[in-house]
């Protein structure tokens, strides 16, 4: 078939390499400009190195964004993480419409961190949707999910990266096939069952440590990678990676003061939570690089017995 790929980064990359390497022929892509000094888009460098032609609308609105899509009379418009805002009248151009991947089981955790969310809140299961985009957000009607469970120490890094970034690539070649066959049924979304969440970002990633150990547990792996839970030392903001809980399961499991380091081992520390202890593996600073805990309490100071988040 012949197809627009709409996106960015490494998924948008990843999208565009799985349609050629199947046969299919991109004849566009359309990707976000870049920031002035940032990082060059994988897809655009993509895009490039193949000699697909290239189109880094500052807005999708306009019209000269909608004679570029006429132009390369497509059947198919896939959209693969996709933060421009594609209106309907865009859409609807190739002559079979556009799909578009949602990391999440639609209508639940429409928006944009809707990875980070559901870890954060403790769910045990997630998944991806292709659905029909529309002028609402996430709003379409859904054309194919896939699931998969969330383990308890699962992090945002390890559902998406392991699991819902392969499937994802694999499920929007299986409905380009459904939609440009025929064969696909569009489902409406239950709005009695949606669901918005905004950006997970610093203001939603900071550690009370007075929440129980689950939720403060559920923050730090449904923030890690990105963008990292934390919480103040000296002022400063000290970032949490890689973490275990440990629920205390008796009254003298527990340990010192709310948000205090109770000990230091040679892997790891432990910080006093409500209902037990949580064991940190990777720490950050504010002005510093990921190490691994001892190497950091080494180079930083920080000891047993200092309270964190003040």
Not at 151 to 175: C, I
Not at 203 to 224: P, S
């Amino acid at each position: 078939m012949r197809i627009a790929i709409i996106g960015q980064q490494k998924f948008g990359k990843s999208v565009l390499d799985a349609f050629i390497e199947r046969g299919d022929i991109v004849a566009g892509v359309f990707c976000a400009p870049e920031k002035p000094g940032g990082a060059p888009d994988p897809l655009r460098v993509g895009a490039e190195d193949r000699g697909i032609p290239l189109f880094q609308f500052p807005s999708l609105k306009g019209p000269e964004a909608k004679e570029a899509l006429r132009g390369l009379n497509v059947d198919l418009g896939v959209m693969a993480y996709v933060l421009q805002f594609a209106p309907q009248d865009f859409t609807e151009i190739p002559r079979h419409g556009m799909i578009q991947y949602h990391p999440s089981l639609l209508p639940k955790y429409r928006g944009p961190s809707s990875i980070n969310w559901p870890i954060i809140r403790g769910d045990t299961r997630t998944g991806l949707t292709i659905f029909r985009p529309s002028d609402g957000l996430d709003e379409g009607p859904v054309l194919l999910q896939k699931e998969t469970p969330i383990g308890p120490d699962d992090t945002l890094g390890s559902v998406y990266f392991d699991r819902l970034y392969p499937m994802g690539v694999d499920a929007l070649k299986e409905t380009a096939d459904l939609v440009v066959s025929g064969r696909a049924k569009a489902t409406v979304q239950d709005e009695s069952r949606a669901s918005y969440e905004g950006w997970c970002r610093d203001a939603e990633a900071q550690i009370n440590w007075h929440n129980h150990v689950d939720h403060v547990y559920n923050l730090i792996r449904g923030c890690n990678p990105a963008p990292a839970a934390w919480t103040l030392w000296n002022g400063k903001k000290l970032r949490l990676f890689e973490a275990r809980k440990h629920p205390a399961r008796t009254f003298s499991d527990v340990k010192g003061k709310i948000g205090a380091v109770t000990d230091l081992g040679e892997r790891s520390l432990l910080v006093s939570a409500q209902g037990g202890q949580i064991e940190v593996f990777m720490l950050r600073s504010e002005d510093g690089k990921k190490l691994a805990a001892a190497e950091f309490c080494k180079q930083s100071g920080l000891a047993a017995g200092t309270i964190l988040g003040a």
